[in-house]
Nanobody, 122 residues
Framework: QVQLVESGGGLVQAGGSLRLSCASS????????MGWFRQAPGKEREFVAGISRTGDTVYYANSVKGRFSISRDNAKNTVYLQMNSLKPEDTAVYYC???????????????WGKGTLVTVSS
């Protein structure tokens, strides 16, 4: 069973940056497109960014396009999310997962981890 462990969240001021990491225990990590999702208080979980199995294709929600960057290192079974120019509305728990679906209805297709909390102060 693949386990996903997210890290790198924290408290940051608006305009700041954070880099999230997601480590997978699965030996088949490189076989799956991966993505980041987030859930703000009182809201449903939403797709943020996705990356193909080899990393040559990336895609983003409109709300983060131009500010966030997703990448992966298959040798380390890890996917990253670089978040720049953070806004208070980016405050949420961030999760990684394998990605399924087609634009704009992407969804996480594996088991969810505990996530990592990102708080952006104004």
């Amino acid at each position: 069973q693949v386990q996903l462990v997210e890290s790198g969240g924290g408290l940051v001021q608006a305009g700041g940056s954070l880099r999230l990491s997601c480590a997978s225990s699965g030996r088949t990590f490189s076989s799956y497109p991966m993505g980041w999702f987030r859930q703000a208080p009182g809201k449903e979980r939403e797709f943020v960014a996705g990356i193909s199995r080899t990393g040559d294709t990336v895609y983003y929600a409109n709300s983060v396009k131009g500010r966030f960057s997703i990448s992966r290192d298959n040798a380390k079974n890890t996917v990253y999310l670089q978040m720049n120019s953070l806004k208070p509305e980016d405050t949420a728990v961030y999760y990684c997962n394998t990605v399924a679906g087609v634009s704009p209805a992407y969804y996480g297709s594996g088991d969810w981890g505990k996530g990592t909390l990102v708080t952006v102060s104004s």
